[in-house]
């Protein structure tokens, strides 16, 4: 791809895996690009070396690409924003960034988790902070896709959701490659809470196989995981149907069997009876799931919807209950039908 010059037309706001791979694929189409990196140190590397060592090691990035550790040069005069920090710093750096956030601007969140204390799903997030007159100009992307693999140019398929569809439209142009596939979707709320509660269940198939169990216990919490998805997801506003899809059942697929899984890495850890401070200690790149189980658990509770794998997930985690005793909880609850047909 020959370099382009100029001032770079879209920034990605975080340089951890998915951000540095979303920024490296939209340069490689032949945007003029800047990636935003909080850490400085890691910024000046990527400077020199155009590799981001810290989160995606091995991956040579495209010469389109441009780096900076100041937030309010990144964001100004772009014509699209892409953020994709972790969770529960989203609000945080949005805080910081809107003051120098174009009326123009695309504005697109590929974060998957539900704030702490807040209980608020990104899309929430970013209605709340910025002013009305953005929130056409908002979308989200979500679905299966490792960081790694998508870097590596495997096929992947993604979905973006806005709630007009040619705004989604226009993400889906935006980031479309001949190996990177996006769909079009108008149910925020469904695909937002299909990309932060897979990361719990994928906690909890970790700690399954982890305890050492088979391909039955996994395909149950999967089967069961994703029915907590839905029944809260219908809750919050969000269509069943859309749990069916790549934001539901395919990125729960993936988090919960593929090995580049940091969520069910985790789990296997905790099943295996390490400590959870240990395991979080011992790790350069974010879990989501850790977080989002506390505020999964929370917002359940607040609805009054039933959840018992992200209960028992909840005290793993927060009240350092046996895992053992969780799956032997989960299992002799009271016998119930699958589901009730009208």
């Given at each position: ?53 810290l ?53 697109v ?28 100009r ?31 439209e ?16 108008d ?59 790549l ?15 940091r ?80």
């Open positions: 791809m020959q370099k382009t010059d100029g001032t770079e037309s879209y920034a990605v706001i975080g340089a951890g895996s998915w951000g540095t791979t979303l920024a490296n694929l939209l340069a490689e189409k032949g945007n003029r690009v800047v990636l935003w990196c909080y850490e400085a140190d890691l910024c000046q590397r990527l400077q020199q070396t155009r590799i981001n060592d989160y995606l090691p091995g991956i040579q990035l495209s010469e389109n690409l441009r780096y900076t550790s100041d937030l309010a040069e990144a964001v100004s005069s772009k014509q699209l924003l892409l953020f994709v920090s972790p969770s529960q710093v989203t609000r945080q750096v949005l805080q910081q960034a809107l003051p120098h956030i174009e009326p123009q601007s695309l504005i969140s590929a974060s998957k988790g539900i704030e702490n204390d807040s209980l608020m799903l990104m899309s929430q997030v970013f209605e709340e902070l910025l002013p009305t007159s953005l929130h056409s908002l979308g989200y992307l979500s679905g299966p896709s490792f960081a790694k693999e998508v870097a590596q140019g495997m096929p992947t398929a993604v979905v973006a959701a806005a709630r007009d569809l040619q705004l989604a226009q993400i889906q142009e935006i980031f479309s490659t001949e190996k990177f596939r996006v769909y079009t979707h149910d925020i709320i469904g695909v937002e809470l299909g990309g932060a509660m897979k990361n719990v269940i994928a906690l909890a198939a970790g700690v399954a196989d982890g305890l050492g169990f088979g391909y039955n216990s996994r395909a149950a919490l999967i089967t069961r995981g994703l029915a907590e998805m839905i029944r809260l997801g219908l809750k919050l506003g969000g269509s069943a149907e859309t749990f069916a899809g934001a539901g059942m395919g990125d729960l697929v993936l988090t919960c069997t593929g090995d580049l899984s969520n069910r890495s985790v789990g296997i850890e905790l099943g295996k009876g390490r400590k959870l401070k240990e395991i979080l200690d011992g790790m350069q790149m974010v879990a989501e799931g850790v977080k989002t189980t506390l505020s999964a658990y929370q917002l359940a509770q607040q609805l009054e919807v039933e959840v018992p794998i992200i209960e028992q997930m909840y005290q793993i985690l927060y009240q350092d209950k046996d895992p053992r005793q969780a799956v032997s909880d989960l299992m002799l609850r009271d016998l119930k039908a699958e589901a009730v047909r009208g």
